[in-house]
């Protein structure tokens, strides 16, 4: 732990109705798995957010998926007061309600060049494409030489993404082309303004390079006033988002333990 981090920590346990909790889904709430379509929250993770919600004044899910896909792999239905952004706040989900916009025409047109220009790359066949209806994701996991494949497609990727007025997004194992102009942190710091007024305090966890925006955002508004606190559910294919954490806690299951831990002092 950090100093700033004990800090924020001991200012969301003085005053949690006026605390914003945020959290990445894959890698922090789910593991990660080979096929995006089989990720599920860890067992223990929706019924400790459905503990927290009420005790603080906000728990925000800020995730790359659909935010109804997000809903639905993490059992989140019915737990009052949770929000859902999904393709990096372009959509919302609220009390069962999705707000969500038409996808950007770049989009489609990525769609129909992706499969070509993979081919044309000479991308191997584990090779998977995650159709996001906002954005689209080639996964390399179940490759042989995941890390090869990742590398090979990278360039050509980026062409796409250039062409079609998108842009890439690294992961882990993960090649993302999406809409330009939003990212976790934007999403983030747009929420909480939402919502007036300025919270007492700010934790987000994430796992993934997508979610560095985020801690970009909790530092801002640490230099702003506001504690914060920067969680890592720790792994061994990215470590940047470790070396900035003020606290690093063992995937999911350290994340689900931390947030039992907090309920646990309201």
């Keep these: 732990m950090t100093a700033a981090g004990t800090g924020g920590l001991d200012a969301i346990r003085k005053t949690p109705a006026e605390a914003v909790l945020g959290f990445d889904f894959d890698g922090t709430l789910a593991p990660i798995v080979d096929d995006p379509a089989s990720a599920r929250a860890h067992p223990g ?88 209806g906002q954005a689209l994701a080639v996964h390399t996991r179940r490759c042989a030489e995941p890390e090869v494949a990742l590398e090979r497609l990278r360039s050509i990727l980026a062409a796409l993404a250039e062409r079609t007025g998108l842009t890439l997004e690294p992961g882990r194992l ?10 976790k942190g934007m999403a983030l710091r747009t929420f909480i303004a939402e919502r007036g007024g300025r919270p007492s305090a700010v934790l987000f966890a994430g796992d993934d390079l997508g979610d560095l ?54």
């Design 213 to 266: 925006a985020a801690f970009d955002a909790v530092e801002s508004l640490r230099a702003e006033g506001v504690p914060g606190v920067l969680v890592c559910s720790g792994s061994t294919e990215v470590t940047a988002l470790a070396e900035r954490a003020d606290l690093v806690v063992d995937g999911p299951s350290g994340v689900v333990d931390l947030l039992e831990t907090l309920a646990d002092s309201f």
């Design 45 to 132: 993770a929706a019924p400790a957010l459905a503990r927290l919600a009420p005790r603080v004044g906000a728990v925000v899910i800020v995730t790359g998926r659909p935010a109804a896909v997000a809903v639905e792999y993490g059992g989140f239905e019915g737990i009052d007061g949770l929000v859902v952004l999904g393709q990096y706040g372009l959509e919302r989900w609220e009390s069962g309600v999705l707000t969500e916009p038409d996808p950007p025409p770049g989009v489609a047109e990525a769609r129909a060049k992706l499969p070509g220009v993979l081919a044309a790359a000479g991308a191997p066949p584990e090779t998977l494409i995650e159709d996001k």
């Design 174 to 183: 993960v090649l993302e082309l999406r809409p330009p102009g939003m990212d």
